[in-house]
């Protein structure tokens, strides 16, 4: 079964600085999806970016980026020059390819201060 | 396209009345699944289907109960609901396929259920 850890309950980082949100997984398989979402207060669920566990080059989508470390099983998110709208919870999800089931980590608050 | 929907959008109900919480999706995606969140938790899937016809349980199904007829429509039964099922629960899809596109799931806006 797959586990998803998220240690950090909330995070704060000042308006144009950088941030970076931890997320630790396990898996028994080698053949995996990571994702992080983020979740506005209008509770919707938005994917921020994915990973697929084969490719060693780490994703980037604009401002935000992983260090996805497999042998570690970690997947941090890091979030450059952080904006206003930028504060949510979010949360590191993984996929194994056997299944088509998501496994959440616990969240991460971010408060991002002006 | 209007992605993935959900009715309603709030509910309250009373210990032991049944009721439907609707997800609808108009990608013609053959996966789809029923979180449920609770704080400090993550998201916990419930029930999930990979095609019409065919559902099966996730980590928390005690309490509910899952159809799908169609490709697009895969409601959740609350048979007699409980307090412990006040929550948020999103509904979500994808087109199920390993190693493609599809591994992304599209969320829908969430029910938020209030069980007194």
């Known amino acids: 079964a797959q586990t998803v850890t998220q240690s950090q309950p909330e995070m704060s980082v000042q308006e144009a600085e950088t941030v970076t949100l931890s997320c630790t997984y396990d898996?028994?398989?080698?053949?995996?999806?990571l994702f992080w979402y983020k979740q506005p207060p209008s509770r919707q669920m938005i994917l921020v970016i994915r990973?697929?566990?084969?490719?060693?080059q780490n994703a980037t989508e604009n401002r935000f980026s992983v260090n996805f470390q497999k042998a570690a099983k970690s997947f941090s998110l890091k979030i450059s020059d952080s904006q206003l709208g930028d504060a949510a919870m979010y949360f590191c999800?993984?996929?194994?390819?056997?299944?088509?089931?998501?496994?959440f980590g616990e969240g991460t608050q971010l408060t991002v201060n002006p | 396209n209007a992605g993935v929907t959900q009715t309603p959008k709030f509910q309250v109900l009373k210990t032991g009345q049944s009721m439907t919480l609707q997800c609808a999706q108009d990608?013609?995606?053959?996966?789809m699944s029923w979180y449920r969140q609770d704080p400090g938790m993550g998201l916990r899937l419930i029930h999930y289907?990979?095609?019409?016809?065919?559902?099966d349980q996730g980590e928390v199904p005690n309490g509910y109960n899952v159809s799908r007829s169609t490709t697009e429509d895969f409601p959740l039964r609350l048979l007699s609901a409980a307090p412990s099922q006040t929550s948020v629960y999103f509904c979500?899809?994808?087109?199920?396929?390993?190693?493609?596109?599809?591994?992304?799931?599209?969320f829908g806006p969430g029910t938020r259920l209030l069980v007194l």
């Open positions: 979500a899809s994808s087109t199920g396929l390993a190693g493609g596109p599809g591994e992304t799931q599209y």
């Open positions: 990973q697929e566990a084969y490719k060693q």
């Open positions: 999800a993984s996929l194994e390819t056997s299944g088509s089931r998501l496994t």
């Open positions: 990608m013609n995606h053959e996966y």
């Open positions: 898996t028994s398989e080698s053949d995996y999806y």
């Open positions: 289907s990979v095609g019409a016809g065919i559902t």
